[in-house]
């Protein structure tokens, strides 16, 4: 009744409380985010210490933003809590309008936790209220109250109140059971049907997945007739493990079929890890996998079809380059950034990817990015923090440089990789074939020198420079100059970097001199393709270790001296 009072005569109109909210229109608002109109409410009492709550605050709000949107069982609200301090904790919540979809719910949530810039950091509490998502955050705990208690009754009406909750509970607990259960039978067969998925027998093999139901296994004769015997038409491109094609499934649906080819060097155990790393993972910016198909000595991993191709195709080619807009490409490293973040900080497994590169970005019909291609990826226990490894995988060009001589890897080893891979996209050249004419720099060396000699501007790519908000592209240099420092201390975390990203208001640190890499006299770089080799253990640990059985896609190589 208060909405008519408030609205009498207006087409369209929000209410929100504490508890609930109310919204009614004249146009069909269901299923869409909108943003239109959001409200910011910011507490008048500030926090003494800003710089810690403001990332306690960020961290909680992405962990919950992802808790609400993927995970199912959370009905598209999150609340949760985090200590800022040794003795101070922070609340909040996140919700969404149900009708949302969880990739819907997740953009919707992180363009609100943006909006905590303009009104609430550093603040004790804050709301933003959207009309499709909303946030709240409190020093104090403002959800999951009790209820207060009902008043006295006399005794006959409290007996009766008593029977009909003992009669009715268990009734709708039943009830609600069985409907649960009905509905869970229903989704299951409708996602046999939509993936065509047929229960994999492995030729007599033991399952290498251990009995995993929620991967799904596609049978290899709808794979092979989907696209065509693998035919050199449907070809999309070639990976460092073998061919991708592309297919139609026999309902229409258009899937990408990484086929691994037998020499390529991913055991079972490798597509072991792929497969179960992807398959748990969701995210707008990671590459859905759909299901895989092991037969005989064929393995093959099936994702959604990205129209795009890959960030390489596009962002290297001389002519394809142009179509990449300022905001085309601000909108794709922001992606990438978040997608690993989500990696790195907000899925329920801790992953360092480990071979981030402009061929592992696909593009789809929006140029969004999303991350693909986890072959090489690690899962980390929640209190680890680096690995060793004596089996180095992975793209010389993009690889830190305390994992390409030590065998060592860690969060900021990605972090690395994608300060390579912002610079690239900013200058829209190559790292690792990257040289000026008499210097034999790579792009690293010579972007560092520019940035002593305040000549950053000349390391934007040429089409950009006229039609581009030059304060923000050098903001990324900047920020991508902080990511590739030799020093991994040094280096900034992934949420860090989303906060410099999402916001001007936050300060960006002076870096220090990045990694160098090697050039030889013939002007090819010793870092420009794609290595899988091994550190013999007694030299794992030295700078100038033995690198032997190098190999890479285009060419081949047996010992390497690093210096």
Known sequence: MEIRQLCPTSREASVWYDECRLRYSNQNFFSTVDDSAKFLLGSNEDISDPDRFNRALMGMMRNLSSQAAHNRSARMFATGDTFFNQTSKLYGLVQCTRDLSPDNCYTCLNGTISDLVNCCFGKQGGRVLGSSCNLRFELYRFFGQPSPPSPPTEGGKSNKARTTLIIVFPTLVVILLISALSAYLIKKKERRILFEWQESRFDGVADPFGGDEDLLQFDFGRIKAATNNFSQANKLGEGGFGPVHKGTLSNGREIAVKRLSVNSGQGVQEFKNEVVLIAKLQHRNLVRHLGCCIQGQEKLLIYEFVANKSLDCYLFDPVKRAKLDWETRYKIIEGIARGLLYLHEDSHLKIIHRDLKASNVLLDAD??????????SRIFATDETQGNTSRIAGTFGY????????????????????????LEIVSGQKNNSFYQST???????????????????EVIDECLKESSPTDEVLRCIHIGMLCVQESVTDRPTMSTVVLMLSSSLVSVPTPSSPAYFVASKQGTSIFSKEFDWQISSSDASSSTSKLVSASANDSSMSTLNPR
């Open 399 to 422: 690889m830190s440089p305390e994992y390409a001589m030590h065998g060592q890897f860690s969060a900021k080893s990605d972090v690395f990789s994608f300060g390579v891979l912002l």
């Open 367 to 376: 140029m969004n990015p999303k991350i693909s291609d986890f072959g090489m």
């Open 439 to 457: 210097c034999a720099e790579d792009l690293l060396s010579y972007a560092w020198r520019l940035w002593k000699e305040g000549r950053t501007i």
